[in-house]
Structures are given as C-alpha cells and as structure tokens.
C-alpha cells in the first residue's frame, strides 16, 4: 500500500479534522480505514467506481474530484469528506 502524507490534523472538541496531500493512495487508505471502522468497504468502494452506458465499472481518479463532500454515517461514526483542487480534508 503506498504512503498518504497527512499535512494537519485538529481537534475542536467535538470532531477531529485531518487534511491529506491529494493523491490516488487516498482512495485504498479510506476504503481500509473506514472498513476498520464499521463501514461495509463495499459501499464505500462504490462512491469510488462508476457505470458506463455499456454496464462497464471504472474506478474513478482522484484527481477528477474537486470541490465536491460526502457524508458518510453508521451507528458510531459521522465522516465528512471534502475534496478540494489540492487537498482532501476528513471530519
């Protein structure tokens, strides 16, 4: 598995914010971590992949990714994720 460089992390008191360095590796390290988690890794994957009109899966890139956030929920966690020109930031 490659490496991800966290570039901050802080804690208000209520969520913790981390900022990682935009990259492919980020999409192996957040299916592994949010699996850890309790999150099914199926579904996580997912917003990773998409369908063209043949049926065909692709797995998205990173690098494609700009400006957008998901939200992501289980009975434990509340996991924002931000994907901005160079960075990705998770609550």
């Given at each position: ?7 901050g992390?802080?804690n208000?008191?209520?969520r913790?914010r981390?900022?990682f ?20 890794k199926k579904?996580v994957?997912g917003?990773?992949t998409?369908t063209n009109k ?5 797995q ?16 434990n ?7 901005g020109?160079?960075k990705i930031i998770?609550?």
């Amino acid at each position: 598995m490659a490496k991800i460089i966290i570039t901050g992390n802080e804690n208000n008191g209520y969520r913790y914010r981390y900022s990682f360095v935009k990259g492919e590796e980020f999409k192996e390290f957040f299916i592994r971590f949010m699996g850890k988690i309790g999150f099914e890794k199926k579904k996580v994957r997912g917003y990773f992949t998409s369908t063209n009109k043949e049926e065909n899966e692709f797995q998205l890139k990173i690098k494609n990714f700009n400006d957008c956030c998901e939200f992501f929920e289980n009975g434990n966690y509340e996991i924002d994720l931000f994907f901005g020109a160079k960075k990705i930031i998770m609550l």
